[in-house]
T-cell receptor, first 111, second 117 residues
Framework: LAKTTQPISMDSYEGQEVNITCSHN???????ITWYQQFPSQGPRFIIQ???TKVTNEVASLFIPADRKSSTLSLPRVSLSDTAVYYC????????????FGQGTTLQVKP | GAVVSQHPSWVICKSGTSVKIECRSL??????MFWYRQFPKQSLMLMAT?????????EQGVEKDKFLINHASLTLSTLTVTSAHPEDSSFYIC?????????????FGPGTRLTVL
């Protein structure tokens, strides 16, 4: 399983765009990149998933360079309610599909 | 879609008793479910992988006789913490493997807070 590295914490202000970058140098060919959001005392919530290039949904964008050794989660115009821990994980269809969580990035959005 | 529930959401028990936690995939079938535990201010730690109709696979360091996992159907997995002790107090989270936009994706339950007195 590919190991991921993210910044431990980030601060932002309401209305700003936030970019969280994750390194996964050992990503395998059939691994996908998935980001989750977790609030205190809740289970992680799926945000977005991608394989390469750019993926966008109603809440975020995911940018993946050609070498796939990193990815960047982009949250447009954050609000106070986006304060949470964000996890980047890599995994694929092979094997059990299990995911190993890293430490995640604690995003603090300030008014 | 892709909703996973857990029951109970919290439980308090006395030391030495057993506690069962249920994990259900409500709107999809999950051949594989996973159990995690999370201590305060820490990340999720994978405990075991549960496959429908077969024995669970436990991560290194997780006592299989203490944390009994049963995955009897495609929508239900249970975790039983046997002879619970205060050090077992934690936040237990399950996930179910379903098909996302691109590939298999894990969808997580809301978690169960276990407090052992």
């Amino acid at each position: 399983l590919a190991k991921t590295t993210q910044p431990i914490s980030m601060d932002s202000y309401e209305g700003q765009e936030v970019n969280i970058t994750c390194s996964h140098n050992n990503i395998a060919t059939n691994d996908y990149i998935t980001w989750y959001q977790q609030f205190p005392s809740q289970g992680p919530r799926f945000i977005i998933q991608g394989y390469k290039t750019k993926v966008t949904n109603e809440v975020a964008s995911l940018f993946i360079p050609a070498d796939r050794k990193s990815s960047t989660l982009s949250l447009p115009r954050v609000s106070l309610s986006d304060t949470a821990v964000y996890y980047c994980l890599v995994g694929g269809l092979e094997g059990t599909g299990k995911l190993i969580f890293g430490q995640g990035t604690t995003l603090q959005v300030k008014p | 879609g892709a909703v996973v529930s857990q029951h109970p959401s919290w439980v308090i028990c006395k030391s030495g008793t057993s506690v069962k936690i249920e994990c259900r995939s409500l709107d999809f079938q999950a051949t594989t479910m996973f159990w995690y535990r999370q201590f305060p201010k820490q990340s999720l730690m994978l405990m075991a992988t549960s496959n429908e109709g077969s024995k669970a696979t436990y991560e290194q360091g997780v006592e299989k006789d203490k944390f009994l996992i049963n995955h009897a159907s495609l929508t239900l997995s249970t975790l039983t913490v046997t002879s619970a002790h205060p050090e077992d107090s934690s936040f237990y989270i399950c996930s179910a493997r379903g098909f996302g936009a691109l590939t298999d994706t894990q969808y997580f339950g809301p978690g169960t807070r276990l407090t052992v007195l």
